[in-house]
């Protein structure tokens, strides 16, 4: 399979848990990573593989995998985590990237 | 701290070959286990893989732009390139060069800064 479905958005309350999902077929044999995405900014990882996440990225962030199903945790929402939001993940043949179309969270 | 950054035209005619090259610095190019790659965004819209390479020369490319993409690597000046032909308005997109980790999810853990190409006449 070559799609990767998220949640066009999700709205969290300041210092509630918040959980956006990825969907897809190649996510059964492999990972996910996920990205945050600012207005104007690249994209950053936050999160990825089997529970990584990058030097810098604050351990609210936590990420999860469960057969055909990404997901990351954002646990105490802050304002700076409003954000575009999108994993990724190779499709079946493991040969090609491909990235899901992306969750906008809003923080209330 | 490793960084990147795209350059090329910022405007390109319809029917025309994009160009886009990628300056590593902080780091070598050659270094394992990492593939380089392009990643696009149209206005308002997601993320689009366009392509990567190995050091060693080694491609994989996006399937419904394979026809129309190459990319290459310079490890002596440390730098990777696009080229994606024939473009068309629907190739209007900024775009980005990234560091995948080569292993697991392949994540980009590096990303430049992106370079908005339009195509228009």
């Known amino acids: 399979s070559s799609e990767l479905t998220q949640e066009p958005a999700v709205s969290v309350a300041l210092g509630q848990t918040v959980t956006i999902t990825c969907q897809g077929d190649?996510?059964?044999?492999?990972?996910a990573s996920w990205y945050q995405q600012k207005p104007g900014q690249a994209p950053l990882l936050v999160f990825y593989?089997?529970?990584s996440r990058p030097s810098g990225i604050p351990d609210r962030f936590s990420g999860s995998n469960s057969r055909g199903t990404a997901s990351l945790t954002i646990t105490g929402a802050q304002a700076q985590d409003e954000a575009d939001y999108f994993c990724?993940?190779?499709?079946?043949?493991?040969?090609?990237?491909?990235f899901g179309g992306g969750t906008r969270l809003t923080v209330l | 701290q490793l960084q990147l950054q795209e350059s090329g035209p910022g405007l390109v005619k319809p029917s025309e070959t994009l160009s886009l090259s990628c300056t590593v610095s902080g780091g070598s190019i050659s270094t394992t286990p990492y593939y380089w790659g392009w990643i696009r965004q149209s206005p308002g819209k997601g993320l689009e893989w366009i392509g990567s390479i190995h050091y060693s020369g080694r491609t994989y490319y996006n399937p419904s732009l394979e026809s129309r993409v190459t990319v290459s690597v310079d490890t002596s000046m440390n730098q990777f390139s696009l080229k994606l032909r024939s473009v068309t308005a629907a190739d209007t997109a900024v775009y980005y060069c990234a560091r995948a980790y080569a292993s697991g999810s392949y994540p980009f853990d590096y990303w430049g800064q992106g370079t908005l190409v339009t195509v228009s006449s």
């Open positions: 990724n993940s190779r499709d079946s043949s493991g040969d090609h990237v491909i």
């Open positions: 593989g089997k529970n």
């Open positions: 190649s996510l059964i044999v492999h990972y």
